[in-house]
């Protein structure tokens, strides 16, 4: 199910040479500005409209473009993890947290699985249309950026 998803979302990809007017910072100016979750797919909109509409052969692209930056921004994220990672694992082997304690690591393993699955189904209720791989991204897009605002939130002690 999956390569025919990947395969269909690589038929509505934009002709070789043409841009796809994708831009990084109205998702990075929303998310400053602290509107966190109100911004996600806000990114795939705007490349929407440039692009003259939602058909599959533009939506599919567009929200393959904000995913991509949902997952720079984890990565980016993550990388930033270690430090207090150690810290808090070290702490809880102190109070005799249940051996071993989780890694961040294992955390996204866990969570990509889950969204795999539920991404999964989403793009097979639309059956064989042409609109199930752009639903299959959508949804990709939409988890991955749900699951680093709340890692956000709680690096920040939220």
């Known amino acids: 199910m999956r390569l025919a998803l990947v395969i269909s ?23 400053d500005a602290g509107f966190g979750y109100a911004c996600i797919g806000g990114g795939a909109e705007v490349c929407m409209q440039a692009s003259g509409g939602s058909a599959p052969i533009v939506a599919g692209p567009c929200f393959g473009a904000e995913n991509v930056w949902w997952e720079a921004r984890l990565d980016a994220l993550v990388s930033g993890f270690d430090r207090a990672e150690i810290e808090a694992r070290d702490y809880a082997t102190e109070i005799g947290w249940p051996d071993p304690p989780l890694t961040i690591s294992e955390v996204i393993a ?7 699955l539920f991404c999964d189904y989403r793009a097979m209720l639309w059956g064989a249309g042409s609109g199930s791989g752009p639903a299959w991204m959508e949804c990709r897009m939409r988890a991955i950026a749900e699951f680093t605002l709340t890692l956000e939130e709680w690096e920040a002690g939220q």
Request: glycine fraction near 14%; include cysteine.
């Open 110 to 116: 866990g969570f990509e699985a889950q969204r795999d």
């Open 9 to 31: 979302g690589l038929l509505t990809l934009p002709a070789m040479g043409d841009e796809l007017p994708f831009e990084g910072e109205v998702l990075r100016a929303c998310v």
